[in-house]
């Protein structure tokens, strides 16, 4: 799902509120991003508390995913229920979604499940994505390296 509508939260359980669309169309403009983020893209007068407290009632309602990157702040993204992974800059922090060579979840096995029983895996991938890469080679041409 990469659009949530009406009918959707209502289905969710949740009140159809005005705050709720705002962070909605945030969040389909500029997935991947923090409650911080999201709050400066909106042009209603929302408080960060209330784009963190709608994130978290989306992400119970599983409406919304929340990622934790190593060394990142939470952040949020409306591609739900399919079973994707995400690749992260090292150099910038820009965030890509990587579809899962399996397809169903999870695509990767323990080598002792310790008891549980498994359901999902997340995978992230790091490395330097192609504008830090280009910028790089760039610098490495200006300096005559």
């Excluded at 705002?22 to 969040?27: E, F, G, K, P, R």
């Excluded at 709608?54 to 995913?65: G, I, K, M, N, Q």
Aim: a negative charge.
């Amino acid at each position: 799902m990469d659009t949530i509508t009406e009918s959707d939260l209502r289905d969710a359980g949740l009140k159809v509120t005005s705050s709720r669309l705002a962070v909605i169309d945030a969040l389909s403009a500029h997935p991947h991003s923090d409650a911080e983020t999201l709050r400066a893209t909106i042009a209603t007068d929302i408080s960060v508390q209330s784009v963190h407290n709608v994130l978290a009632d989306l992400t119970r309602a599983s409406l919304v995913r929340r990622i934790e990157p190593a060394g990142s702040a939470a952040l949020y993204e409306l591609r739900v229920g399919d079973n994707h992974h995400h690749v992260v800059c090292t150099s910038c922090g820009a965030v890509g979604d990587v579809d899962c060579a399996v397809g169903h979840a999870p695509c990767l096995h323990p080598s002792d499940s310790n008891g549980f029983a498994i359901s999902s895996a997340e995978v992230t991938f790091w490395g330097v994505c192609s504008d830090c890469q280009k910028l790089s080679a760039d610098s490495l041409t200006t300096t005559g390296r």
